[in-house]
């Protein structure tokens, strides 16, 4: 099921008004569908959320952890400038190859790239070599998540946004009965963030709740 048909009716409502996919987005969902692939991508309004916040805070340089079939990061370029770069990743090389095919006829391909590669990999590389971005959203495994914040906010400009999907894993984090790996690790993550005076930071409950944290 896709995870739009998942909303209640506010969010539909907020959908429609405000996140109606194009042509490219629609194909790109029609596709992972017919692949046989989770609809587990952003809901759009969470896409139309995260695409305001980055144009907000005057993003030009990307980093997505997750890509799926490229559903956020076609949102996120259409987000950014003339010159701007999303760099999206996933461990999976047929997403990022499905992701880099269903993207190439859009208007923005020339400000997405898609590689292959393990998460921790990519970011400590990144932390290696002295890289910054002005943001990096985070939606792949929800285990590792205390640890893949941790460098990610050695990779931020100050101002940078560091942006998490499923911040209230549809509301288990707020279930003390809820104790399993994924819960604890988001709780781990969301507590790191709230205690961290580095960051200005709040959830927002659209769609399963997306963390925003702005680097100060
Ligand atoms: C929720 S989907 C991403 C959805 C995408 N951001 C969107 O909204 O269109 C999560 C993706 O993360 C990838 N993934 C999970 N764990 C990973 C890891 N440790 N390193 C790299 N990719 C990972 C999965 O293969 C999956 O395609």
Redesign the pocket.
């Known amino acids: 099921m896709s995870r739009t048909s998942e909303m209640g009716p506010a969010e539909a409502f907020v959908a429609g008004l405000f996140a109606s996919e194009d042509a490219h987005l629609l194909r790109l969902r029609a596709t992972m569908e017919a692949e046989g692939l989770p609809a587990?991508?952003?809901p759009a309004t969470t896409?139309r959320a995260l695409q305001l916040l980055l144009s907000l805070a005057g993003c030009r340089r990307v980093l997505?952890?997750?890509?799926?079939?490229?559903?956020?990061?076609l949102w996120i370029a259409r987000a950014l400038p003339d010159g701007g770069q999303v760099v999206s990743?996933?461990?999976?090389p047929s997403?990022t190859g499905l992701a880099r095919r269903l993207t190439a006829s859009t208007e923005v391909s020339d400000r997405l790239e898609f590689r292959t590669?393990?998460?921790?990999d990519i970011l400590e590389a990144e932390r290696e070599k002295g890289a910054h971005w002005d943001a990096v959203f985070l939606?792949?495994?929800k285990e590792?998540l205390p640890r893949y914040v941790a460098i990610a906010r050695d990779l931020l400009l100050a101002g940078g946004l560091l942006l998490v999907d499923n911040a209230l894993w549809k509301g288990q984090v707020a279930d003390p009965g809820v104790e399993d790996q994924a819960t604890e690790a988001i709780r781990e993550m969301l507590r790191q963030v709230a205690s961290d005076s580095g960051f200005d930071a709040t959830i927002l409950t659209v769609g399963d709740g997306l963390l925003v944290a702005r680097r100060r």
Do not use: C, P, V, W
């Open positions: 587990i991508q952003l896409a997505e952890i997750g890509t799926l079939a490229g559903y956020s990061a990743i996933d461990r999976d997403r590669g393990e998460a921790m939606d792949a495994d590792d």
